[in-house]
């Protein structure tokens, strides 16, 4: 009979981040070094809409990312103050809060950015040749924030 631990997805060094942000400025609060199962992450960096987390090597390659689900909110759930009455969202002019997100962090890693990802539009032409002057409408991918990884 095989050991329950063989079944078991091998642990991975990790980083727990806790980011702040207000508006578009962002912060790092708080980074941990954590073992653990880490799943959802993209190595290949496929570009779909959102704010995403990188680790990033000396050379300022990605080595991972994940989705920061929920960064960025553009509104705020509004809480009654009777109870009965419905929780309702409204929209927030300038965007307030906080994230976490769990990221593997293979030793090369030495710092972590904050990116938000727009895809490129489906009409899209990409020029023949090899331009290298931005295309309108393609995928584009920008840094809000980097931040040096300090983990023990």
Not at 53 to 67: C, K
Not at 84 to 90: D, H, L
Not at 111 to 130: C, I
Request: hydrophobic share 45%.
């Amino acid at each position: 009979m095989p050991s329950k631990e063989s079944n078991q997805p091998a642990t991975t060094r990790a980083a727990r981040l806790i980011f702040e942000y207000e508006g578009e400025r962002v912060r790092l609060v708080s980074q941990q070094v954590v073992e653990m199962v880490v799943t959802g992450f993209d190595i290949a960096r496929a570009h779909h809409a959102g704010v995403y987390v990188d680790a990033r090597d000396a050379e300022d390659r990605t080595l991972s990312r994940v989705p920061a689900r929920d960064a960025f909110a553009t509104s705020t759930e509004v809480f009654p103050e009777r109870a009965g009455e419905a929780i309702v969202r409204v929209d927030t002019a300038r965007p307030k809060g906080a994230f976490t997100v769990v990221i593997p962090v293979p030793q090369e890693t030495n710092k972590v950015a904050v990116v938000r990802v727009v895809p490129a539009q489906l009409d899209a032409k990409l020029p023949a040749g090899g331009t290298t002057s931005r295309v309108a409408g393609a995928a584009e991918a920008t840094d809000l924030a980097t931040f040096p990884l300090t983990l023990n």
